[in-house]
Protein backbone atom coordinates (compact mmCIF):
# COMPACT_ATOMS: atom_id res chain seq x y z
CA UNK A 1 0.00 0.00 0.00
CA UNK A 2 2.96 2.58 -0.26
CA UNK A 3 1.40 4.74 -2.38
CA UNK A 4 -2.00 4.04 -2.31
CA UNK A 5 -4.54 7.20 -2.48
CA UNK A 6 -6.10 7.58 0.97
CA UNK A 7 -9.96 9.20 0.99
CA UNK A 8 -10.58 10.90 3.98
CA UNK A 9 -14.07 10.66 4.68
CA UNK A 10 -15.06 12.71 8.19
CA UNK A 11 -18.05 11.31 9.61
CA UNK A 12 -19.40 12.86 12.57
CA UNK A 13 -22.11 11.07 13.37
CA UNK A 14 -23.08 11.02 17.07
CA UNK A 15 -26.72 9.07 17.27
CA UNK A 16 -25.59 5.62 17.76
CA UNK A 17 -25.55 6.53 21.83
CA UNK A 18 -27.24 8.72 24.48
CA UNK A 19 -23.45 10.20 25.57
CA UNK A 20 -22.59 13.43 23.09
CA UNK A 21 -18.91 14.17 21.61
CA UNK A 22 -18.12 11.95 18.57
CA UNK A 23 -19.22 14.07 16.43
CA UNK A 24 -16.17 16.14 16.59
CA UNK A 25 -14.04 13.13 16.29
CA UNK A 26 -13.02 14.04 12.07
CA UNK A 27 -11.71 17.60 12.73
CA UNK A 28 -10.04 16.05 15.96
CA UNK A 29 -7.91 13.52 13.56
CA UNK A 30 -7.49 16.47 11.13
CA UNK A 31 -5.85 18.55 13.96
CA UNK A 32 -3.78 15.67 15.16
CA UNK A 33 -1.97 15.75 11.58
CA UNK A 34 -3.33 12.46 10.27
CA UNK A 35 -2.98 14.25 6.14
CA UNK A 36 0.51 15.29 6.93
CA UNK A 37 1.40 11.61 8.29
CA UNK A 38 -0.09 10.02 5.51
CA UNK A 39 1.48 12.38 2.96
CA UNK A 40 5.05 12.11 4.89
CA UNK A 41 4.27 7.96 3.98
CA UNK A 42 4.23 8.95 0.20
CA UNK A 43 0.19 8.12 0.04
CA UNK A 44 -1.50 10.53 -2.21
CA UNK A 45 -4.60 11.98 0.43
CA UNK A 46 -7.94 13.57 -0.73
CA UNK A 47 -9.99 14.66 1.96
CA UNK A 48 -13.21 14.71 0.91
CA UNK A 49 -14.99 16.70 4.61
CA UNK A 50 -17.68 15.50 6.10
CA UNK A 51 -21.09 13.69 5.03
CA UNK A 52 -24.24 14.59 6.52
CA UNK A 53 -27.02 12.20 6.94
CA UNK A 54 -30.04 12.11 4.58
CA UNK A 55 -33.20 13.90 5.14
CA UNK A 56 -34.58 12.54 7.93
CA UNK A 57 -37.60 13.18 10.57
CA UNK A 58 -37.00 12.00 14.36
CA UNK A 59 -39.50 9.78 16.36
CA UNK A 60 -40.30 9.36 19.99
CA UNK A 61 -39.00 5.78 20.73
CA UNK A 62 -39.83 4.18 24.02
CA UNK A 63 -36.44 1.76 23.76
CA UNK A 64 -33.91 2.88 20.50
CA UNK A 65 -31.69 6.31 20.51
CA UNK A 66 -32.26 8.29 17.45
CA UNK A 67 -33.54 5.71 15.04
CA UNK A 68 -34.11 7.87 12.35
CA UNK A 69 -31.19 9.78 12.75
CA UNK A 70 -29.07 6.95 12.12
CA UNK A 71 -31.18 5.18 9.37
CA UNK A 72 -30.24 8.70 7.69
CA UNK A 73 -26.92 8.10 8.47
CA UNK A 74 -26.59 4.69 7.54
CA UNK A 75 -28.30 5.48 3.88
CA UNK A 76 -25.67 8.69 2.89
CA UNK A 77 -22.71 6.46 4.38
CA UNK A 78 -23.53 3.54 2.67
CA UNK A 79 -23.49 5.76 -0.98
CA UNK A 80 -20.43 7.45 0.39
CA UNK A 81 -18.10 4.44 0.92
CA UNK A 82 -19.36 2.81 -2.28
CA UNK A 83 -18.33 5.75 -4.36
CA UNK A 84 -14.97 6.04 -2.26
CA UNK A 85 -13.92 2.40 -3.21
CA UNK A 86 -12.67 2.44 -6.48
CA UNK A 87 -10.56 5.52 -5.76
CA UNK A 88 -8.46 4.36 -3.14
CA UNK A 89 -8.58 3.58 0.63
CA UNK A 90 -11.42 5.16 1.97
CA UNK A 91 -10.50 6.22 6.04
CA UNK A 92 -13.76 6.96 7.87
CA UNK A 93 -13.15 9.23 10.21
CA UNK A 94 -15.35 8.72 12.80
CA UNK A 95 -18.19 9.46 15.10
CA UNK A 96 -19.65 6.83 17.22
CA UNK A 97 -19.33 2.83 15.62
CA UNK A 98 -22.70 2.88 14.18
CA UNK A 99 -21.48 4.97 11.41
CA UNK A 100 -19.90 1.53 10.93
CA UNK A 101 -23.72 0.10 9.19
CA UNK A 102 -23.06 2.29 6.45
CA UNK A 103 -19.70 2.18 5.68
CA UNK A 104 -19.97 -1.72 5.56
CA UNK A 105 -22.86 -2.09 3.68
CA UNK A 106 -20.88 0.47 1.15
CA UNK A 107 -18.04 -1.57 0.78
CA UNK A 108 -19.75 -4.79 0.83
CA UNK A 109 -21.75 -3.47 -1.98
CA UNK A 110 -18.44 -2.44 -4.03
CA UNK A 111 -17.21 -6.20 -3.19
CA UNK A 112 -20.06 -7.85 -4.77
CA UNK A 113 -19.73 -5.38 -7.91
CA UNK A 114 -16.04 -6.50 -8.31
CA UNK A 115 -16.93 -10.11 -7.74
CA UNK A 116 -14.61 -10.07 -4.76
CA UNK A 117 -15.29 -11.58 -1.47
CA UNK A 118 -15.63 -9.03 1.74
CA UNK A 119 -14.03 -9.80 4.82
CA UNK A 120 -13.99 -7.74 8.33
CA UNK A 121 -11.89 -7.03 11.00
CA UNK A 122 -13.44 -6.02 13.92
CA UNK A 123 -10.78 -4.11 16.58
CA UNK A 124 -12.97 -3.46 19.56
CA UNK A 125 -13.94 -4.28 23.15
CA UNK A 126 -17.42 -5.07 22.30
CA UNK A 127 -19.06 -7.60 19.77
CA UNK A 128 -21.64 -4.99 18.41
CA UNK A 129 -23.82 -7.76 16.91
CA UNK A 130 -27.20 -6.72 18.75
CA UNK A 131 -29.97 -5.72 16.84
CA UNK A 132 -32.60 -2.78 17.95
CA UNK A 133 -34.48 -5.89 19.64
CA UNK A 134 -31.44 -7.41 21.32
CA UNK A 135 -30.07 -4.31 22.89
CA UNK A 136 -30.77 -3.50 26.26
CA UNK A 137 -29.35 0.21 25.92
CA UNK A 138 -31.60 1.07 22.91
CA UNK A 139 -27.91 2.45 21.98
CA UNK A 140 -27.50 1.70 18.07
CA UNK A 141 -23.53 1.86 17.80
CA UNK A 142 -23.78 -1.83 19.44
CA UNK A 143 -25.54 -3.37 16.57
CA UNK A 144 -23.35 -3.01 13.00
CA UNK A 145 -22.03 -6.55 12.61
CA UNK A 146 -25.54 -7.52 13.69
CA UNK A 147 -26.72 -5.30 11.09
CA UNK A 148 -24.22 -6.41 7.78
CA UNK A 149 -24.07 -9.64 8.74
CA UNK A 150 -28.32 -9.79 8.01
CA UNK A 151 -29.44 -10.55 11.10
CA UNK A 152 -33.43 -9.75 11.28
CA UNK A 153 -34.82 -6.82 13.17
CA UNK A 154 -33.42 -3.95 11.04
CA UNK A 155 -36.78 -2.26 9.72
CA UNK A 156 -36.56 1.17 8.09
CA UNK A 157 -32.89 0.51 7.33
CA UNK A 158 -31.47 -0.11 3.84
CA UNK A 159 -31.49 -3.17 2.48
CA UNK A 160 -28.38 -5.56 2.86
CA UNK A 161 -28.59 -7.24 0.38
CA UNK A 162 -25.03 -8.35 0.04
CA UNK A 163 -24.33 -9.75 3.91
CA UNK A 164 -20.73 -10.25 5.10
CA UNK A 165 -20.60 -14.05 5.31
CA UNK A 166 -20.01 -14.79 9.37
CA UNK A 167 -16.88 -16.77 8.42
CA UNK A 168 -15.52 -13.70 6.96
CA UNK A 169 -15.38 -11.98 10.24
CA UNK A 170 -12.63 -11.51 13.31
CA UNK A 171 -13.43 -9.80 16.28
CA UNK A 172 -10.36 -8.95 18.41
CA UNK A 173 -10.08 -7.38 21.47
CA UNK A 174 -12.71 -8.95 23.32
CA UNK A 175 -13.52 -7.84 27.27
CA UNK A 176 -17.24 -6.76 27.78
CA UNK A 177 -19.89 -8.83 25.87
CA UNK A 178 -23.15 -9.63 27.53
CA UNK A 179 -25.31 -12.48 27.73
CA UNK A 180 -27.87 -12.09 24.51
CA UNK A 181 -24.84 -10.99 22.35
CA UNK A 182 -22.89 -14.06 23.84
CA UNK A 183 -25.52 -16.61 23.12
CA UNK A 184 -26.36 -15.37 19.48
CA UNK A 185 -22.45 -15.09 18.68
CA UNK A 186 -21.79 -18.90 19.99
CA UNK A 187 -23.73 -20.34 17.10
CA UNK A 188 -21.98 -18.26 14.46
CA UNK A 189 -19.02 -18.80 12.25
CA UNK A 190 -17.45 -15.40 13.93
CA UNK A 191 -13.89 -15.52 14.76
CA UNK A 192 -13.98 -13.86 18.03
CA UNK A 193 -10.55 -13.91 20.40
CA UNK A 194 -10.82 -11.99 23.78
CA UNK A 195 -7.90 -10.41 26.14
CA UNK A 196 -7.59 -13.80 27.57
CA UNK A 197 -6.55 -15.56 24.47
CA UNK A 198 -4.57 -12.74 23.40
CA UNK A 199 -3.08 -12.44 26.99
CA UNK A 200 -2.02 -16.57 26.54
CA UNK A 201 -1.17 -16.80 22.94
CA UNK A 202 -0.29 -13.10 21.73
CA UNK A 203 -2.11 -11.18 18.96
CA UNK A 204 -0.13 -11.60 16.34
CA UNK A 205 -1.40 -15.63 16.04
CA UNK A 206 -5.65 -15.21 15.23
CA UNK A 207 -4.26 -12.23 13.43
CA UNK A 208 -2.19 -13.99 10.91
CA UNK A 209 -4.87 -16.81 10.61
CA UNK A 210 -7.04 -14.39 9.81
CA UNK A 211 -5.32 -12.28 7.07
CA UNK A 212 -4.11 -15.97 5.30
CA UNK A 213 -8.06 -16.33 4.65
CA UNK A 214 -8.17 -12.77 3.48
CA UNK A 215 -5.05 -13.56 1.12
CA UNK A 216 -6.18 -17.05 0.24
CA UNK A 217 -9.83 -15.88 -0.70
CA UNK A 218 -8.30 -12.82 -2.78
CA UNK A 219 -10.64 -10.70 -0.32
CA UNK A 220 -11.28 -6.98 0.26
CA UNK A 221 -10.46 -5.94 4.25
CA UNK A 222 -12.44 -3.94 5.91
CA UNK A 223 -11.23 -2.68 8.86
CA UNK A 224 -12.93 -1.31 12.07
CA UNK A 225 -10.79 0.43 14.89
CA UNK A 226 -12.68 1.42 17.94
CA UNK A 227 -10.96 3.46 20.17
CA UNK A 228 -12.35 1.37 23.11
CA UNK A 229 -10.21 -1.49 21.62
CA UNK A 230 -7.37 -0.20 23.42
CA UNK A 231 -6.93 0.23 27.31
CA UNK A 232 -8.27 3.30 28.76
CA UNK A 233 -4.84 4.48 30.27
CA UNK A 234 -3.60 5.32 26.90
CA UNK A 235 -7.18 6.21 25.31
CA UNK A 236 -9.29 7.51 27.08
CA UNK A 237 -10.93 9.85 24.95
CA UNK A 238 -14.11 7.13 24.67
CA UNK A 239 -17.44 6.83 26.35
CA UNK A 240 -16.90 3.37 26.48
CA UNK A 241 -14.26 2.83 28.48
CA UNK A 242 -13.19 -0.91 29.78
CA UNK A 243 -10.31 -1.39 31.56
CA UNK A 244 -7.50 -4.60 29.96
CA UNK A 245 -7.35 -3.64 26.46
CA UNK A 246 -4.79 -3.80 23.94
CA UNK A 247 -1.52 -1.90 24.91
CA UNK A 248 0.19 0.44 22.25
CA UNK A 249 2.31 -1.99 21.09
CA UNK A 250 -0.25 -3.91 20.24
CA UNK A 251 -2.17 -1.82 18.80
CA UNK A 252 0.75 -0.88 16.44
CA UNK A 253 1.60 -4.63 16.35
CA UNK A 254 -1.60 -5.01 14.59
CA UNK A 255 -1.46 -2.56 11.75
CA UNK A 256 2.01 -2.36 10.89
CA UNK A 257 0.70 -6.47 10.74
CA UNK A 258 -2.00 -5.16 8.53
CA UNK A 259 0.39 -2.95 6.44
CA UNK A 260 3.03 -5.85 5.63
CA UNK A 261 -0.10 -8.40 4.20
CA UNK A 262 -1.16 -5.57 2.04
CA UNK A 263 -4.61 -6.82 2.36
CA UNK A 264 -6.59 -4.07 3.98
CA UNK A 265 -8.40 -1.91 1.91
CA UNK A 266 -10.62 0.23 3.78
CA UNK A 267 -10.62 1.69 7.29
CA UNK A 268 -12.89 3.22 9.80
CA UNK A 269 -11.55 5.25 13.02
CA UNK A 270 -14.57 5.06 15.43
CA UNK A 271 -15.67 6.06 19.02
CA UNK A 272 -12.90 8.85 19.37
CA UNK A 273 -14.66 11.61 21.76
CA UNK A 274 -12.66 14.43 21.69
CA UNK A 275 -14.60 15.92 24.96
CA UNK A 276 -13.06 13.04 27.00
CA UNK A 277 -9.63 13.39 25.86
CA UNK A 278 -6.58 14.30 27.61
CA UNK A 279 -4.40 17.18 25.65
CA UNK A 280 -4.95 15.16 22.48
CA UNK A 281 -3.26 12.08 23.35
CA UNK A 282 -6.11 9.73 22.40
CA UNK A 283 -6.37 11.66 18.73
CA UNK A 284 -2.80 11.60 18.66
CA UNK A 285 -2.07 7.84 19.45
CA UNK A 286 -4.76 6.75 16.38
CA UNK A 287 -3.62 9.23 13.97
CA UNK A 288 -0.23 7.39 14.99
CA UNK A 289 -1.72 4.00 14.73
CA UNK A 290 -3.43 4.38 11.05
CA UNK A 291 0.04 5.26 10.07
CA UNK A 292 1.31 2.12 10.95
CA UNK A 293 -0.97 0.52 8.92
CA UNK A 294 0.23 2.54 6.00
CA UNK A 295 3.97 2.01 6.67
CA UNK A 296 5.08 3.94 9.27
CA UNK A 297 7.73 1.82 10.77
CA UNK A 298 9.50 1.48 14.47
CA UNK A 299 12.49 3.87 13.51
CA UNK A 300 10.24 6.23 12.01
CA UNK A 301 7.88 7.04 15.06
CA UNK A 302 7.82 10.72 16.69
CA UNK A 303 8.75 10.74 20.22
CA UNK A 304 5.56 12.29 22.25
CA UNK A 305 5.65 14.77 25.00
CA UNK A 306 2.74 15.62 26.53
Not at 266 to 275: I, Q
Amino acid sequence: MSQSPCILIGCPMDSGKRRQGCLMGPDAYRTAGLVQALRDLGHPVEDRGNVTPAPFTAKDHPKIVALEETVAWTTALAEASQMAMPDGVPIFMGGDHALSLGTVLGVARHAKSVDRPLFVLWLDAHTDFHTPQTTDSGNLHGTPLGYVTGRDGFDGFPVVDTPVPQENIAIIGLRSVDAAERAALQDTDVTYVDMREIDESGIAKPLSAFLAKVAAANGLLHVSLDVDFLDPSVAPAVGTTVPGGATVREGHLVMEMLHDSGLMTSLDLVELNPFLDERGRTATLMVDLTASAFGRRVFDRPTRAY
